[in-house]
């Protein structure tokens, strides 16, 4: 940024400023939460394991509409799954960006977290 000669000198500072590869990763996982289903899906998902027949019924959305979202959450890291059997489950992947996200969404939606009021 140093070498990068302003057209206007406000007397601020310079700033680094990390390139746009850098930010990539805000917008990949940002992406995921631009679809509210999706969103409430992760959110039950931070709360709770299920499997995607319990979803299905909870989001009351067809088992193949749910996997999508899920098969997504999935491949941005958010989401992670277990075989138990025949049936697989799926959970919030318990990392900074999941629980980041966690909060933001009940922060957003000024809802208290049904995991803290037990
Ligand atoms: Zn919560």
Not at 31 to 47: G, N, P, S, T
Not at 65 to 84: D, F, I, M, N
Not at 90 to 118: K, N, V
Request: net charge negative.
């Amino acid at each position: 940024m140093n070498d990068i000669h302003l057209p206007h000198d406000h007397g601020q500072e310079p700033i680094d400023i990390p390139s746009p590869d850098d930010f990539e990763i805000v917008s990949t996982i940002l992406k995921q939460m631009c679809d509210a289903v999706r969103i409430r899906i992760f959110w039950l998902l931070c709360h709770r394991e299920e499997c995607v027949l319990d979803i299905s019924a909870m989001m009351q959305m067809s088992s193949p509409a749910v996997s999508h979202h899920l098969k997504q959450l999935r491949q941005a890291g958010l989401v992670v799954s277990r075989r138990s059997g025949k049936e697989v489950f799926y959970r919030a992947s318990d990392t900074s960006e999941a629980h980041f996200l966690h909060e933001m969404i009940e922060d957003l939606m000024h809802l208290t977290c049904p995991g803290r009021e037990r």
